[in-house]
């Protein structure tokens, strides 16, 4: 049950697109279509902003988009705005049947 | 509305016991599989465990077996984690999660805070 693997940091500027990456095996992320990705502001809940790898849930900006290549996951903000800056998080179920969480990427908008 | 509210969270010594609460309403509750994720303080998200809809099926995180058990009333619309031998790295705030299918938690609660230290 070892976390997702995601880079640490990523930034980028008002109105440029930005790429989470989330790295896991064939039996998790490369194995299932069950990929959701999240959003936390400091002192807040998570927020859920994309889940079976690219589906949107109703209310979430369509700047935001997911994709999945072999055992990496992908979250895309396209149009990036200051409000976006906080921390995310993929996950995954897995083939125990338990689910695991990424490292978690702070994006920062400069 | 659809909320979900945990209580519970307190101070505990290690080696103590703890048993949180998270009260469901404005769906069906008894329709959803339910998780607890938790968070240290300034680290990353971790899932705890999560309970089929009728309480049959029980999945854990390797680092709780054995001493945090989930269980569901769905006639109190409420979802419980007891959790036995606390250790300090068991600090954390701990949310609930509605979990639909699959990694996909789409409603969370505002957490509850637990703190193991002598």
């Known amino acids: 049950q070892s976390a997702l693997t995601q880079p640490a940091s990523v930034s980028g500027s008002p109105g440029q697109s930005i790429t989470i990456s989330c790295t896991g095996t064939?039996?998790?992320?490369?194995?299932?279509?069950?990929v959701s990705w999240y959003q936390q502001h400091p002192g807040k809940a998570p927020k859920l902003m994309i889940y079976?790898?690219?589906n949107r849930p109703s209310g979430v900006s369509n700047r935001f988009s997911g994709s999945k290549s072999g055992n990496t996951a992908s979250l895309t903000i396209s149009g990036l705005q200051a409000e976006d800056e906080a921390d995310y998080y993929c996950?995954?179920?897995?083939?125990?049947?338990?689910?695991?969480f990424g490292t978690g990427t702070k994006v920062t908008v400069l | 509305e659809v909320q979900l509210v945990e209580s519970g969270g307190g101070l505990v010594q290690p080696g103590g016991s703890l048993r949180l609460s998270c009260a469901a309403s404005g769906f069906t509750f008894s329709s959803y599989w339910m998780s607890w994720v938790r968070q240290a303080p300034g680290k990353g998200l971790e899932w705890v465990a999560n309970i089929k809809q009728d309480g049959s099926e029980k999945y854990y995180v390797d680092s709780v077996k054995g001493r945090f058990t989930i269980s569901r009333d769905n006639a109190k619309n409420s979802l419980y984690l007891q959790m036995n031998s606390l250790r300090a790295e068991d600090t954390a705030v701990y949310y609930c999660?509605?979990?639909?299918?699959?990694?996909?938690?789409?409603?969370w609660g505002k957490g509850t805070t637990v703190t193991v230290s002598s």
């Open positions: 079976d790898v690219s």
């Open positions: 996950s995954s179920y897995t083939s125990s049947s338990t689910l695991v």
């Open positions: 999660a509605r979990n639909p299918r699959g990694a996909n938690m789409d409603v």
């Open positions: 064939s039996s998790d992320v490369g194995g299932y279509n069950y």
